[in-house]
């Protein structure tokens, strides 16, 4: 009797390990952050969260800092002045993360990831799944005051940090 009640531990164990396996694949892909300065392409996501993106014309922003620098553009009918603004460097626990801001129109268009965490597989997979959300609800916000994603609170906040010391550089 002894052996069949550990046979079914077993087997519970295993068909839970299995299940979990299973369920944890289906979870909708996120494409990861890129560093060329060309944005991030959003293909959804899971949890809820808050992107931030700006872009279209105006000015290059500078190297970054702690500061972050940023020339405008000309002309803007909007919240934002048009250019593209480097927003300060920011510790989200497993690195560093730092947008720029793309404005145009007056509008927040794009963020771009110029730096961000991606030394190991964890740190990769939640800039992963985690930035592309960011970015896109910063850009419906129309401001750095997003959600942040499940899972990713350190990187969350440190894209809210920097994505707001670059959207100060462009207030009108």
Known sequence: MKNIWKYLVGIAVVALFAGYAFFSRQSPSV??????GQGV???GGGSSATTTS?????????????????????????????????????DAFYGTLQVAAVVSGGKLTDVQFLQ????????AEVSGFSLPQLKQEAIAAQSANVNAVSGATQTSQAFQQSLASALTQAKN
């Open 31 to 36: 494409s990861s952050p890129n560093t060329t």
């Open 41 to 43: 392409s959003d293909t």
């Open 116 to 123: 961000y965490p991606s030394d190991n597989g964890h740190s």
């Open 54 to 90: 700006s872009g279209g014309t105006g000015g290059t922003g500078g190297t970054g800092g702690t500061g972050g620098t940023g020339t405008t553009g000309t002309g803007s009918t909007g919240l934002y002045k048009n250019g593209t603004y480097t927003g300060s460097a920011a």
